[in-house]
C-alpha cells in the first residue's frame, strides 16, 4: 500500500529565510507526486506535480521541489518565505484510479 | 464553470441524525471522491467514483453511505451521525481518461460538528 511520511509536525521560518519541507513516500511503481497549500479555513490549493521527466519541478509561488527516487523523497523548496506562505503543507502519492494518498501535513509559521 | 462545488459550509447535527453532505461537479469527471481532514491526519479518503452506478471504499468508509446516479453529482450520507464524525469533509473529481495521472480538483469544504 502506498503511504506519504512528512517528518516535521511544525516548521517554524524566518521571513525571507529559505524554506525546505520534507517528503518521503511509499509506492510500488513510479509515483505520481504533488504538493499541495491549505490556508487556515479554505480549501486545498495544488502548489505543484511531478509524473515524469526533469525531476525539479517549479510550481506556483515561487515554490519548487525535486524528485529522489533513490532516497523515496520530494522535499519542497522555497529560497526565501514570505509571510503569506504561512499555511499548511500536504504531500500526496498518486495511486489508481485517481487515488490520492496523504501525508499528515506540516504547518509553516513566519516569524517577524 | 463552478468547478467542484458542496453544500452545505457548516453543519452541526446531533448524534444519532442523519444528513446528506452534496458534491456537484460541472466538468463532465469520471472520478469524484471524499476525503476526511482530521487534526494531525491530513486527508483519508472515504469513498470514490469511477462513473454513475460505480462506487468503492477508500481508507476509513466505515458510517459513511455514497452512491452516484449521475456523472455531476456524488452525495455523501451519514445515516447516524457519531461525535468521531466530526470533521472537515472535502469532494474532489478528476478524469478517468488520459495518461499518465489525471489532476484531483477540490471543493471547499463543509465543516461538520456532531454533538
Known amino acids: 500500500a502506498q503511504s506519504v511520511t512528512q517528518p516535521d509536525i511544525h516548521i517554524t521560518v524566518s521571513e525571507g529565510a529559505s524554506l525546505e519541507l520534507r517528503c518521503n513516500y511509499s509506492y510500488g511503481a513510479t509515483p505520481y507526486l504533488f504538493w499541495y497549500v491549505q490556508s487556515p479555513g479554505q480549501g486545498l490549493q495544488l502548489l505543484l506535480k511531478y509524473f515524469s521527466g526533469d525531476t525539479l519541478v517549479q510550481g506556483i509561488k515561487g515554490f519548487e521541489a525535486e524528485f529522489k527516487r533513490s532516497q523515496s523523497s520530494f522535499n519542497l523548496r522555497k529560497p526565501s518565505v514570505h509571510w503569506s506562505d504561512a499555511a499548511e503543507y500536504f504531500c500526496a502519492v498518486g495511486g489508481g484510479y485517481s487515488t490520492l494518498t496523504f501525508g499528515k501535513g506540516t504547518m509553516l509559521l513566519v516569524s517577524p | 464553470n463552478a468547478g467542484v462545488t458542496q453544500t452545505p459550509k457548516f453543519q452541526v447535527l446531533k448524534t444519532g441524525q442523519s444528513m446528506t453532505l452534496q458534491c456537484a461537479q460541472d466538468m463532465n469527471h469520471e472520478y469524484m471522491s471524499w476525503y476526511r481532514q482530521d487534526p494531525g491526519m491530513g486527508l483519508r479518503l472515504i469513498h470514490y467514483s469511477v462513473g454513475a452506478g460505480i462506487t468503492d471504499q477508500g481508507e476509513v468508509p466505515n458510517g459513511y453511505n455514497v452512491s452516484r446516479s449521475t456523472t455531476e453529482d456524488f452525495p455523501l450520507r451519514l445515516l447516524s451521525a457519531a461525535p468521531s464524525q466530526t470533521s472537515v469533509y472535502f469532494c474532489?473529481?478528476?478524469?478517468?481518461?488520459?495518461?499518465?495521472?489525471?489532476?484531483?480538483?477540490f471543493g471547499p469544504g463543509t465543516r461538520l460538528t456532531v454533538l
Open positions: 474532489a473529481s478528476s478524469r478517468v481518461e488520459g495518461a499518465p495521472y489525471n489532476e484531483q480538483f
